[in-house]
């Protein structure tokens, strides 16, 4: 049930793009994208819902596929603040108001200068 | 802008010993989630609960319990502490189940 991500980690240099998935085994409703530092709270960047909706910051793009239950985060002109770990977190749930999410396992991004 | 605030930041608990977690959610927030996270790990779901109803329950131990108070305020009770538990905690509000959540800055629980 657990959404796998991939990369497990990625380097980058400044300036550097990366796209990091996530696919889940079941049928989704809605896909969460979080960045969380060493020792801090996630941090929320995006949501995606089934129907194509999205609400995120400017700077931070990613794609929804319904039908293969993916979702992916793309991260363009990396700049050092973009270094922590990813998650993405699925609510499996169609018509529920738990938002219960299941988080992936991580992908960690370091940016070097 | 406010945020979500949990008290306390870090906790030292003997083992056998009890604790207690709280959680202030945004303004207007009406549902509340509460997260384990061990050292290196994905943040693992406790519970939730809307409109002060527990709405959904994951991989919470019995010896664990959570309510939420008149005031949307949460608690995480947590009884006969073992080695295990230590690990960051965080509680989590959103404006209804489903929409983005706001993640507290976490305490961190230290069993000894």
């Known amino acids: 049930q657990q959404p796998v991500q991939s990369p497990q980690a990625v380097i980058l240099r400044e300036g550097e793009d990366a796209v990091i998935n996530c696919s889940s085994s079941?049928?989704?409703?809605?896909v969460h994208w979080y960045r969380q530092k060493h020792g801090e709270a996630p941090v929320f960047l995006m949501i995606?819902?089934?129907?194509?909706e999205q609400k995120g910051h400017d700077k931070i793009s990613a794609s929804f596929n319904e039908k293969k239950q993916q979702s992916s985060l793309y991260l363009t002109a990396s700049q050092l603040s973009y270094s922590g770990t990813y998650f993405c977190g699925t609510d499996p749930y169609g018509s529920s108001n738990t938002g219960k999410l299941i988080f992936g396992q991580g992908t960690t991004l370091q940016v070097k200068p | 802008a406010a945020g979500v605030i949990q008290s306390p930041r870090h906790l030292i608990k003997e083992k056998r010993e009890t604790a207690t977690l709280k959680c202030y959610p945004i303004?207007?927030?009406?549902?509340v989630y509460w997260y384990q996270q061990g050292p290196g790990q994905d943040p693992q779901f406790l519970i939730s609960?809307?409109?002060?109803?527990?709405?959904d329950k994951g991989s919470i131990p019995d010896r664990f319990s959570a309510q939420q108070f008149s005031d949307y305020h949460s608690e995480l009770n947590m009884s006969s502490l073992e080695l295990g538990d230590s690990a960051l905690y965080f509680c989590?509000?959103?404006?209804?189940?489903?929409?983005?959540?706001?993640f507290g800055q976490g305490t961190r629980l230290t069993v000894v």
């Open positions: 303004p207007r927030h009406d549902t």
């Open positions: 995606l819902l089934k129907g194509g």
């Open positions: 989590a509000s959103s404006l209804g189940g489903g929409s983005e959540a706001f």
């Open positions: 079941k049928a989704l409703y809605s």
């Open positions: 609960f809307y409109e002060k109803m527990q709405s």
